[in-house]
């Protein structure tokens, strides 16, 4: 899912700019509802708070790339720690008093030097939140970021792949699998599976950011599995295996149309494939 920016909804921009309003009102001799509403939304709130992780990243340059992308990770792990809901809240009721004293396209149109730095951090922040992930908006905004606060030139596959090499970290299942499983695999770590199971895989790699298309084919890759264990289940000699295979196969079931795949719902996957491997070996491979 791709995140749009929003500059009704990033704090660092509405900030700014209230902040050059003021500045434009005292100019002409008005005195500024702007700086009440700095005063009222920007004091001891979670919009405070979340305005001082914009300005971390505004009032930081010419950082090496290391100390950047540890800014960046700081000021992503801090925002996960303010209130969400009241967050919301605020910011509905700070463009709501915007409005009643500007007019908001007016209010909008003024250019801001670090609008597309704090664009980034904004989606970046937003991504960090999503349970979808598109790793091509994470590479590109956290490159973007990087390039605002690097003293040096940056190689932006080089941000990819260390886009990539980060999720590996990260507390979110579908995420932690498919990239831990996509860079060790190349190590080889995973290279005695069965062809079967490194399809899956490939799968699920490619699909991580579209839950849909992975839900579709892990309920193909079920009813196919179903099918060869019930096919083998007729060639089966050995009683307790049958037995314990009549236990099995109930319990091999697609999931719901609206639930998400989990890391437990593809090991389930990859072991399935395994016993059918592995039946095969034992019985033949029955047409």
């Known amino acids: 899912m791709k995140i749009k920016h929003s500059k009704f909804k990033n704090t660092g921009i509405l900030f700014e700019l209230l902040v050059r309003q003021v500045t434009a009102d005292t100019l002409n001799n008005i005195q500024s509802p702007a700086l009440n509403i700095i005063k009222k ?74 609008y597309k730095a704090q664009a980034a951090l904004f989606t970046l922040i937003e991504l960090d939140h999503s349970e979808n992930i598109n790793i091509n908006q994470v590479s590109s ?61 490939k799968e699920f790699i490619t699909s991580v950011d579209s839950t849909p298309k992975l839900r579709t084919f892990y309920n193909a890759k079920i009813q196919e599995i179903k099918t060869e264990l019930t096919n083998l289940n007729e060639h089966i000699t050995d009683k307790t295996v049958q037995i314990k295979l009549n236990e099995v196969l109930p319990l091999i079931v697609e999931i719901n149309k609206t639930a998400p795949i989990k890391n437990d719902n593809i090991i389930d996957l990859l072991q399935y494939c395994e016993l059918v491997e592995e039946l095969k070996k034992v019985n033949g491979n029955p047409k």
């Open 141 to 201: 905004n956290r490159y973007a970021l990087l390039e605002y606060l690097s003293s040096a030139p940056l190689n932006e596959p080089k941000v990819r792949e260390d886009v990539i090499e980060e999720f590996k970290s990260y507390d979110k299942d579908l995420r932690i699998l498919t990239y831990k499983i996509l860079l060790e695999k190349f190590n080889g770590k995973y290279s005695n599976l069965y062809e079967s199971q490194k399809q899956i895989l």
């Open 41 to 114: 939304y920007f004091i001891k709130s979670e919009l405070g708070k979340e305005l001082k992780l914009y300005e971390s990243l505004t009032k930081s340059q010419k950082l090496s790339e290391t100390k950047s992308n540890i800014l960046i990770q700081t000021i992503l792990e801090s925002s996960k720690k303010l209130n969400k809901t009241s967050l919301r809240k605020q910011k509905y009721n700070l463009i709501n008093e915007i409005q009643k004293h500007y007019n908001l396209d007016e209010f909008f149109k003024t250019k801001l030097p670090n």
